[in-house]
């Protein structure tokens, strides 16, 4: 009886224990190949999805999901609060979340969401950015030797914004667009935008509110694997300031380069 009775136990741990890695490697292989959706409504950060990311003094530091505008139903969104008035002068603080899982970029990729820059009456010192970088940190990926971003860097005096778009690569930052800058420095309006970064292992095409911003047939990142960072950053002494991220679609939907390829083969015959 004893002995039946250690079977069946063991038979059942050995069960439980099958379970738990199917389920786990189901879940991370999703995300692998590029099946990945959080538009927040649970009103709560999935921290089975997400991990917080943080460096620098502050005097507040939030990361949750909020509802925003409601109407006859509430759209949750992710929030980036922070307060950083009395802070260390020297020092530029950063706050967002990564993706517990990595993202396979191989075969393409399209990473979609909505950026609101909340209507910001001092923009100075503040950045919204979509990092993809293959390695994983709890501080700052800006650090990391390899990432691309996407990035919204606040203009003075305040309200207005421009978007930049970089690499980095052996440690080495490269700039890909600046929007204008240096010769253009007033920046421009932005609102709830929204980003498409479409990525394979040689192409890259950057959209804003579905118009092309930037455009690469090599982009020679050394990466096929990420993970996707969301984060904002402010310099010292700024009283609370907020940047929402919603609507996180990443999908193998690459018709975008499709169309992009038939232009560029259009132009070229012209």
Known sequence: MVRFCLSMVVWISFLSLSC????????????????????????????????????????????????????????????????????????????GVRSIDRIDLAQGVEVSLDLDWNKQANGCYLTAAVYLCPTVTLANPRDEADWFKFEYVGVPPGKNARSVVAKKVNGRVQYLDRDGWPQNRQGRVIANQHIDILIDSHRLRVKENNQELYSIQSHELPFNQAYLYLQMSSHSNYPVREIYFDNIIISNDLTGFTKADERLTQEGEQ
């Open 20 to 95: 738990s890695i199917t389920l786990d490697d189901s879940h991370n292989t999703a995300a692998r190949c590029g099946g990945f959706q959080d538009d927040f409504q649970t009103g709560q950060l999935n921290t089975i999805r997400w991990s917080r990311t943080q460096e620098g003094d502050f005097k507040e530091a939030t990361v949750d999901v909020v509802g925003v505008d409601p109407g006859q139903k509430t759209d949750y969104r992710l929030r980036l609060r922070t307060n950083t008035i009395g802070t260390r002068d020297d020092t530029v603080k950063f706050l």
